[in-house]
């Protein structure tokens, strides 16, 4: 159950600090995006990428900056880490964007950051 | 964009009973629809999608109903079990927008024993 990973899993750090995320898909996938999960359950986008080129950016705070080394990777780099950056991080890729059969988006386990 | 309001926010069933969970969307140009079940502490995970071409889908005890015209979509679970408990996630997306999924605020459903 490896398909989408991220590192870490939990991550606690102070007001202020800068902190990165990374996620890796061994699918094949084209497509990745970054959701964050706030503490009431809400799902929003953050970012999609598709083969490494920025094509969603969903009105995220330009502290928050993805880079996608290669079309399996998209990781996430914070910088002055705010109290209201607390949620779950997820990561997930889709095969493509353009075809019906496509779409399907499959989640990493998760990054659970708590700044205090 | 898109607005998906989603109901209830809480269900609370009897084991064997049946489920409803109800979504509304606002973009006529949706076309595509996917059901995500959260585990505590879990991932999201797909359970069921529909496309707009489609009014029904079946997959053993899930179904999915879609109302193009009311721009709405239900997911029905028949004879729940206790291993159904979890947040249940509608979504929609445009498909050619960079795929970019609209959720609903989750429904959290409980079968009790």
């Known amino acids: 159950d490896t398909a989408v990973s991220q590192t870490p899993k939990y991550l606690v750090t102070q007001m202020g600090n800068d902190k990165s995320i990374k996620c890796e898909q061994n699918l094949g996938h084209d497509t990745m995006y970054w959701y964050k999960q706030d503490s009431k359950k809400f799902l929003k986008i953050m970012f999609s990428?598709?083969?490494?080129?920025?094509?969603i950016n969903e009105t995220v705070p330009n502290r928050f900056s993805p880079k996608s080394p290669d079309k399996a990777h998209l990781n996430l780099h914070i910088n002055s880490l705010e109290l209201g950056d607390s949620a779950v991080y997820f990561c997930?890729?889709?095969?493509?964007?353009?075809?019906?059969?496509?779409?399907?988006?499959?989640f990493g386990p998760g990054t659970r950051l708590l700044v205090l | 964009g898109e607005n998906v309001e989603q109901h209830p926010s809480t269900l609370s069933v009897q084991e064997g009973d049946s489920a409803v969970i109800k979504c509304t969307y606002s973009?006529?140009?949706?076309?595509?629809f996917p059901w995500y079940k959260q585990e505590l502490g879990k991932r999201p995970q797909l359970i069921i999608d529909?496309?707009?071409?489609?009014g029904e889908k079946k997959d053993q005890r899930i179904a999915v109903t879609l109302n193009k015209t009311a721009k709405h979509f239900s997911l029905h679970i028949t004879e729940t079990q206790p291993e159904d408990s979890a947040v249940y996630f509608c979504a929609a997306s445009i498909g050619n927008a960079g795929n970019m999924l609209t959720f609903g605020g989750g429904t959290r459903l409980m079968v009790k024993p």
């Open positions: 529909i496309r707009s071409n489609v």
């Open positions: 990428y598709n083969n490494k080129e920025l094509i």
């Open positions: 997930a890729s889709s095969q493509g964007i353009l075809l019906a059969a496509q779409e399907t988006q499959y």
């Open positions: 973009d006529s140009a949706s076309n595509y």
